[in-house]
């Protein structure tokens, strides 16, 4: 098994997936193929946001896990998803200050158990609250934030200058679809699941027979059903090449079924609606 790191697939060609790293480029042609492309952070359009400082919520943590460098020494953070959260508290776990938490909807929109740990070291999380402008000359040194009204506008006469050296954008994730689309599986808008997402099976088969899709691309979840879905389709992918065997059949029934659980919580509830909008039947 050769593993590529920092390796980025670029295309898709006949003569197979195109690679691309430090080292120089490959063609690289197999019998299957499983894409887990993850997905986009959604930007977020307000005044100056091209200043320096402003960044998504994962480039920050590209900047701390890789580099070991600090997006920001007085951060604001914009989005109280599960991602605004856990940047919130590896900021302060190295050394960051945090301004404040803004959150456009009327209530913390991830864990309770990610906002109870950023709560603990005091960080305010202002619910109904934006960014719509960050000012500086060089580079970002205070944001203005604004209270919002029932309809999603702002509210006049509530607009605060916070100061701050780095504004992080943590609004949201879109399925990363291009190299998918470049295979030519058929694709389906469905909000719920976070926007254009492969249309695939219950083993995330999609309708090129040898392509499967697993993770953010399929829909915006969590790592751990982005686990069951790649082994599921592991798995499926074992039957196709070495035929039925009773232990790949039962491992994949077992991961089909803790899959099925793991979202009839209420929490997945948007999920389930989604998801009968982006699988199909093999006869379809």
Known sequence: LRIMLRTTAVGWFKEGV?????????VAKAKYYLLSVGAFENYLAFENNDLPGVMGAGGAQTLM???????????????????????????LQAGASIVAIVEAADRIGGWLVHAAKVRRYGVPILLRHTVIAAEGKERVEKAVITELDESWEPIPGTEKEVECDSIL???????????????GVRTRYVPELGGLVPVRDEYFRTNVPNVFV??????????????M??????????????????????????????LSDY??????????KGWKYAEVVKDE
Do not use: H
Request: proline share 4%; hydrophobic share 40%; charged share 20%.
């Open 229 to 258: 879905e790649g082994w599921i389709a592991a798995y499926t992918m074992l039957i196709d090449l070495k035929g039925p065997s009773k232990k790949y059949v039962e491992e994949r029934s077992k991961l089909v079924k803790l």
């Open 263 to 272: 979202r009839s919580s209420p929490a997945s509830q948007k999920i389930r």
């Open 65 to 91: 896990n890789l580099y070991g460098v600090l997006p920001g020494k007085k951060v604001l953070v914009v989005g109280s998803g599960n991602v605004g959260l856990i940047i919130t508290y590896q900021l």
């Open 169 to 183: 954008l943590a609004v949201g994730l879109t399925p990363n679809t291009e190299l998918v689309r470049q295979f």
């Open 18 to 26: 195109l690679l691309v790293n430090d080292e120089g480029s490959y």
């Open 214 to 227: 697993a993770g953010d691309v399929v829909a915006i979840e969590e790592a751990t059903t982005a686990f």
